[in-house]
């Protein structure tokens, strides 16, 4: 929330040009990029580091994203450990056809998950460069941040007191539920919403993978996807109804629709194991416009929100995370304001390039089981077009990939 002065503490307000809420990926890469330009920063979070360390999240990593973070010393861990990946494969009407992005573009992606990037994140910012990050606070309020002196309170779990930190700016990184998002007037920015009609049960199962790439099973009874994690771990999802409870999955019947769903002549059998996780995710996206009120900017999830229909979050969060660690630095190095003015339209240009292909990936996915017999066959046109064109290859694979959008 958002109130016109700081509340009063029984300790004077500490002085930081940012604070920066959220200790996501979004939030630890525009610490890390402040910290390497000697800009003092502290990060806010309501979780524990245990926590965040081990929360479960995306784990595909596009070219761009990598060589990014590792042009600013973020990625070593990264680059030595995270497997790449150059094709998927679909599985459909009982074919099964790979289709080679990496051959098409020349670039592929990185599966690092990201409980590992933040992991990285956090230790190059806390133990490497010395930064000021505190975990597990409670109630943050912004204040004053339409004027020229903003500043974030919190109260301290220790003791119960609450702080007060003046800033010059505040980076919103804290979430689709966190405070920065909900402390944007209702008249100054605009909302943008689709509901995709469906959820997806996400699982984790302690078993190896069953392919050597992602598998994406369009199928009659519903989307199915296998995404390798780690050698002994792999990520499933299953198509189900919006609002489904995970309760209503047993081991045994979300095993028994996996391999229905991603059934081929050909394929190896899927490797069974403990389900260590379940959550049902509705599938739904949002655009926040503009990405910025007064001195608050906001980055990542708490800015728009894309479904994992296309593995975009995770990118999106450091695209926006490294340009506004850059215009903050410009600003408050040399007195340039031009990144914090272009920030929320230079975002929103890739945010909604994604958005876009989101969506249309949703119909190619779901439009064989919707029940409506012209989704369907439109869907399945669709499908084998990006199979048969070239043309519509090579245009599918770009978006896939983040090439070809500004970067």
Known sequence: MTTPTPLPGPTPPERTPVVIVGAGPAGLTVGNVLRAASVDCVVLETESRAFIERRPRAGFLEEWAVRALQGRGLADRLVERAPVHTEFEFRFAGERRRFPYTEITGHHHYVYPQPLLVTDLVREYADVRGGD??????????????????????????????????????????????????????????????????????????????????????????????????????????????????????????WSELHTRLAAPGARPLTEGPLVEKRVLDMHNYVTEPMAYGRLYLAGDAAHLVAPIAAKGMNLALHDALLLADALIAHLGKGDDSGLRGYSDACLRRVWHYQEFSQWLAELLHGPSSGDPFRAGAATARLRRVLGSPAAASTFAELFIGKGTDH
């Open 133 to 254: 990050i505190r975990f597990g606070v409670r109630d943050v309020e912004l204040h004053d941040i339409d004027g020229e002196h903003p500043s974030v309170s919190y109260v301290d779990p220790a003791t119960g007191e609450r702080h007060v930190l003046a800033c010059e700016f505040v980076a919103g990184c804290d979430g689709a539920r966190g405070v920065t998002r909900a402390a944007l007037p209702a008249e100054h920015a605009t909302v943008a919403r689709h509901d995709h009609g469906v959820g997806w049960l996400a699982l984790l199962a302690e078993a190896p993978p069953s392919s050597d790439c992602v598998v994406l099973g369009v199928h009659p009874r519903g989307f199915a996807g296998h995404m390798a994690r780690s050698p002994e771990v792999t990520r499933y999802y299953l198509e189900v109804p919006a609002g489904d409870d995970p309760a209503n999955w047993p081991d045994d019947r979300v």
